[in-house]
């Protein structure tokens, strides 16, 4: 049976980054510029999603400016007809590089914000002066009648900021707000100890969201990436493995979501060997746990196996040690306890070093 | 344009920044394709908003849409009051 087609591609289009984030999304391992894609495998992937029924490209890394045919690759993906979504940093955008991009048919741009403060902002970017750019770039943003997303990862040093971030979103002129908890998979699951904050930290974020979010109605849209460390369900991880979306990597591979190259075993494809089509409907990596076929008891049986999909195949195996388990979130899973045990002692207050990526790991504490 | 509780509508509306409406051939049908988010779009809805560029006024279009539908304008100016406002709300026309 031909699966029905993608709404979303994840364009990953380089790992080079100047900030240094220590719950970034992409690989431990990074992959080299010389391993990039070129303009032209691109341009082709993006018509390709295009013909396929995908309708919107999230163009991110990395630092997608960091790619010098940034705009190339934004009027391709419109040309195309995909409704095209930048997710930067801001670094290396300057006003003018922006409007290019307008030009172009950029459609929305996603600006990731770290504090409310500078230094800490800075601090946790492992990047001085990056927040005042930020600042900075969201006003061109605005005064190019761009729409503006604002992002905020949210864990230890900044969640209990949540309102202030909402705030500084509507201050700056976004349309929306996405308060990120952080989710602990690659530079993120080896920072738990620097990032997990306390269960109390957790339930004062979430009620503080839904305290604002009427406050905010109309005027600006908060949206919400829910935390699973202190959950009793799992989230419905990427809206179900191979069923709404995919990402293509710097190198051209083509996974089911960020972290699926963390599943040992899984065969994938590449854009340079198969047309995208062909890797969405047979690559061993989207069929393994696409539909219901592969689910393990409790979650082939649960009531709610078409609402969440089991969860994360990835937290599955980095807890339960087992990609096809029920994802330790949930509490059925027998696996719930030592989850919920890790969040606890990762969350004890403590002086604590970020391994910032692609830098040299920090000094012992 | 809008702003707290104020629904009341634009003169000239028009689809709202990052806001676009698209016709998905791969699934045959008109969607609004906004950030992080998908709207399907039903036949005559995809009528009206194609006329909401922000150059008509709000009366040109009920008359445009009355015309198209050989419909009575009230009846037409219900529906299409109702459904901008709808959207206004959504942030989605400006």
């Known amino acids: 049976m031909t699966p029905s087609a993608p709404l979303g591609l994840l364009a990953e289009l380089t790992h080079r980054c100047p900030l240094a984030c220590p719950y970034c999304s992409n690989p431990l391992a990074l992959v080299d510029r010389n391993d990039e894609l070129d303009t032209e495998t691109w341009v082709r992937v993006f018509h390709e999603a295009a013909e396929m029924g995908v309708l919107q490209v999230h163009l991110s890394g990395g630092e997608p400016a960091a790619r010098r045919d940034l705009t190339d690759l934004v009027a391709a993906a419109h040309d195309s007809g995909l409704y095209t979504n930048l997710i930067t940093s801001a670094i290396g955008l300057d006003p003018q590089r922006l409007a290019r991009l307008k030009a172009a048919g950029l459609d929305h741009v996603q600006l990731s914000i770290q504090d409310l403060d500078a230094a800490s902002a800075d601090r946790i970017a492992g990047y001085r002066g990056a927040h005042d750019r930020k600042l900075a770039f969201a006003r061109a943003v605005t005064g190019l009648d761009l729409a503006f997303t604002l992002n905020a990862v949210v864990h230890r040093a900044n969640i209990a900021r949540v309102a202030d971030f909402a705030e500084l979103a509507l201050t700056l002129g976004a349309g929306r707000v996405e308060i990120a908890h952080t989710q602990y998979y690659g530079w993120a699951l080896r920072n738990r100890a620097a990032l997990m904050p306390t269960r109390d930290q957790v339930t004062a974020a979430m009620e503080t969201v839904e305290r604002i979010r009427p406050l905010y109605a109309n005027r600006l849209a908060i949206d919400l990436v829910t935390p699973d460390y202190y959950a009793r369900r799992p989230k419905a991880c990427m809206g179900g493995w191979a069923r709404r979306t995919l990402n293509v990597t710097p190198a051209g591979r083509v996974l089911p979501c960020h972290a699926a190259e963390t599943i040992p075993g899984l065969e994938f494809w590449s854009v340079r060997d198969h047309a995208l089509a062909d890797i969405w409907a047979m690559s061993p990596a989207f069929n393994a746990f696409r539909g219901t076929d592969w689910m393990q008891e409790p979650c082939r049986s649960c009531a709610r196996r078409d609402l969440d999909f089991g969860g994360c195949r990835c937290q599955a195996l980095a807890i339960a040690g087992d990609a096809a388990a029920i994802d330790p979130a949930c509490e059925l899973s027998p696996h719930h306890a030592t989850l919920l045990a890790y969040a606890e002692q990762d969350s004890t207050p403590a002086d604590f070093a970020y391994f910032h990526r692609g830098r040299a790991a920090p000094a012992p504490a | ?94």
């Not at chain 2, 005559?44 to 419909?71: K, M």
Request: glycine share 4%; hydrophobic share 45%.
């Open chain 2, 1 to 94: 344009m809008s702003n707290g509780a104020d629904t009341s509508l634009p003169a000239r509306p028009r689809l709202a920044p990052g806001v676009r409406l698209h016709f998905d051939k791969a699934r045959n049908d008109w969607v609004l394709l906004a950030p992080e988010r998908i709207i399907e779009i039903e036949g005559p809805a995809q009528e009206i908003l194609r006329r909401c560029d922000g150059s008509r006024t709000l009366d040109q279009v009920i008359d445009e849409l009355a015309a198209l539908y050989t419909a009575e304008r009230a009846i037409i100016a219900a529906d299409v009051t109702d459904m901008l406002a709808e959207l206004v709300a959504k942030r989605l026309l400006v």
